[in-house]
């Protein structure tokens, strides 16, 4: 073994890592087990090689077969000579550059989203063209290293990792700024967690003192031995809370030339962050997700009854939710608003007093005779028809919004002009002609108006299933009315859309993976 830091009182084991706090699963020999490398990560890692691309996964070195497996992201230093080739390989690759939202965002460093078809595994590239380092709340000191880091790469058996030496000049640098100063202490961050112990441990085994020395002494002589020696002493777990304030106060002043706020607007930002965070988390139930920087989409799946969409967008939602900006819409049972809750109740009123009875819009389009003669019964079947257009076109704009702003909206169902029994206008096709009046005529129109502003989303995707089959599948409604309505998509012809149709009758497993693959290859 190496000797272990500047000086004999500095050993990996001053550092323990409690057994019990080791969650990791155990193979029946003892080992860990391991996960295979994802392919997309290999492709990656090649492609990196082959065009000589500046790297290396500069963080978290002693977890890599995690970044391999997709586990961990992966914390790529990339050359800022090497963006442009760099970013040309992603692109290669179809990964999408994703954006944080404006307080968690920090320059010099970029998201990438790749999607391993094979492992079904999202893969989350964090790339840094800046050492930006400090408390999660906001990252506020930059190490201007970056050359002589990448300089001291060598070739794992994957990825480029750095020299020990200086993985661990910057792993400490980042403990103290994360758990070491009083405003960190005072909200209980004031200690390093088992995975930071353990990756301290294992950088202290691998470190040379003699090159350490040098580092500092040549890229950091603002810093210098004698206070870095004094910030490992403050990292062990015994260290006094005096002795672990300090230590934080003087390597915030040899670092303030570094500091991209200065220190009352930064204590002042991690205060109010970890307030309203927390706020947001825990109250609203709300984690800030990332949006993608070309631009956001609206996804429909359109379909019958029984063919499978509500399945379908809960297995899109649960593969984009848990990176991504993403909302569920159901057009054909939109939320309704506040006016639509006021007419329901007065019409629903009127029912419970007797004064007509309920109609459904099934019972006269597919009615053998249907009476079409307007009553009350009807106008109040008109009216909630008119309300619906109106509450779909306010959420439609909703989700228009969202997706502008680079998020994702699911849609189940959605108005099609095509289809003109489905979630589209259907006043005029539930009165005759010759039974209109001015109000009936005025209705048509105004619900006509609503659904003039829908235009084509961004990604169609029809999902196609034999009426029968339907029917079968869907036994909980009048198979008269499944088997009209699958009847519409089952005839149409689609390739005068810009629809992707996909046979619903496979398995959902084969649906659902069809699905992500084309939404990721389109986005």
């Not at 057994?19 to 860990?32: A, C, F």
């Not at 470190?207 to 210098?224: A, F, T």
Request: charged share 25%; aromatic share 10%.
């Amino acid at each position: 073994m190496k000797q272990s830091l500047l000086s004999p009182t500095f050993h990996e084991n001053d550092y323990p890592a409690e057994e019990t706090d080791n969650l990791d699963v155990l193979l029946p020999g003892g080992g860990i087990p391991e996960k295979p490398t994802l392919n997309l990560i290999r492709e990656l890692c090649r492609a990196l090689s082959e065009e000589r691309i500046a790297y290396c996964h500069w963080k978290s070195n002693n977890a890599l077969d995690r970044s391999a497996s997709g586990d961990n992201d992966l914390d790529l230093l990339v050359s800022r000579a090497d963006a442009q080739g760099f970013g040309r390989i992603l692109n290669r690759l179809d990964f999408k550059q994703a954006v944080a939202p404006i307080d968690r965002s920090v320059p010099g460093i970029l998201d990438y989203y790749g999607y391993d078809k094979l492992a079904d595994r999202m893969v989350h590239v964090h790339v840094h063209y800046q050492l930006i380092v400090g408390h999660d709340m906001n990252k506020n000191y930059h190490l201007p290293i970056e050359t002589p880091y990448l300089d001291s790469v060598v070739q794992d058996d994957l990825f480029r990792v750095p020299a020990p030496e200086f993985e661990l000049i910057v792993f400490v640098i980042r403990m103290v700024l994360k758990h070491l100063t009083w405003e960190t202490i005072l909200i209980r961050n004031g200690k390093l967690s088992f995975e930071e112990r353990q990756e301290l441990s294992y950088l202290l085994a691998r470190s040379d003192l003699n090159q350490v020395n040098r580092i500092l002494q040549k890229h950091l002589p603002y810093l210098g031995t004698d206070l870095f020696e004094r910030c490992l002493q403050a990292l062990k777990p015994n260290a006094s809370l005096w002795t672990r304030i300090s230590v934080g106060r003087e390597l915030l002043k040899a670092l303030k030339a570094q500091a991209r706020r200065d220190r009352l607007q930064d204590i002042w930002l991690k205060l109010w962050r970890r307030v309203t965070w927390g706020i947001q988390r825990r109250v609203y139930k709300r984690v800030s997700k990332r949006r993608l920087a070309n631009g956001g989409a609206t996804i429909v799946i359109a379909g019958g009854d029984g063919a499978g969409k509500s399945t379908a967008i809960d297995g899109l939602y649960d593969w984009l939710s848990n990176d991504f900006e993403v909302s569920k819409l159901h057009m054909g049972k939109p939320m309704w608003s506040w006016t639509t809750k006021i007419v329901r109740a007065i019409l629903g009123l009127g029912r419970m007093l007797g004064f007509y009875p309920f109609v459904s819009e099934s019972s006269v389009l597919y009615a053998s005779k249907p009476d079409t003669r307007l009553g009350l019964a009807y106008y109040s079947l008109l009216i909630r028809q008119l309300c619906r257009s109106r509450d779909r076109l306010l959420a439609y704009v909703r989700a228009r919004r969202l997706a502008m702003n680079g998020g994702i909206v699911l849609c189940d169902r959605f108005p099609l002009s095509q289809i003109n029994l489905m979630d589209g206008p259907i006043i005029r096709q539930l009165v005759d002609p010759k039974d209109t009046n001015w109000l009936v005529d005025y209705m048509i129109r105004l619900e006509e108006k609503n659904y003039q502003s829908f235009v084509w989303p961004e990604l169609l995707i029809v999902l196609k299933l034999d009426p029968q089959v339907a029917v079968q599948r869907k036994t909980d409604e009048d198979g008269d009315y499944v088997r009209a309505r699958s009847q519409l998509i089952w005839s149409f012809d689609w390739q005068q859309t810009p629809a992707y149709v996909i046979d619903a009758s496979l398995r959902r497993e084969d649906v659902l993976a069809t699905l992500k693959s084309h939404i990721w290859s389109m986005l």
